[in-house]
């Protein structure tokens, strides 16, 4: 069985950090494209990053580039969203995404 586990949201101040966890199981890992999906109230879906499984490369919103880094450690099945210099825009469910499967989801809120 396939499971996405994020976590790490919260509430934060704007200008804040937070770094959010998915940690994935019931698939080969190593090699898997992994990708944050955020959903603010009231909106669609939006693609925030993804990593390439098999060179790591890294591909972010533009929305989101320069202050967001996603990174994977196959030891542990994780990718790391950090998230710096968070803004109130940035307020949305976030999403774990790996080809058909989706985690639960984790709130982010930047009010302050």
């Known amino acids: 069985e396939v499971q996405l586990v994020e976590s790490g949201g919260g509430l934060v101040h704007p200008g804040r950090s937070l770094r959010l966890s998915c940690t994935a199981s019931?698939?080969?890992?190593?090699?898997?494209?992994m990708s944050w999906v955020r959903q603010a109230p009231g909106k669609g879906l939006e693609w925030v990053s993804t990593i390439n499984g098999y060179n790591r490369d890294t591909h972010y919103a533009n929305s989101v580039a320069g202050r967001f880094t996603l990174s994977k450690d196959n030891a542990k099945n994780t990718v790391y969203l950090q998230m710096n210099d968070l803004k109130p825009e940035d307020t949305a469910v976030y999403y774990c995404n790996a080809y058909a499967w989706w985690g639960q989801g984790t709130q982010v809120t930047v009010s302050g």
């Open positions: 019931g698939f080969t890992f190593s090699t898997s494209d």
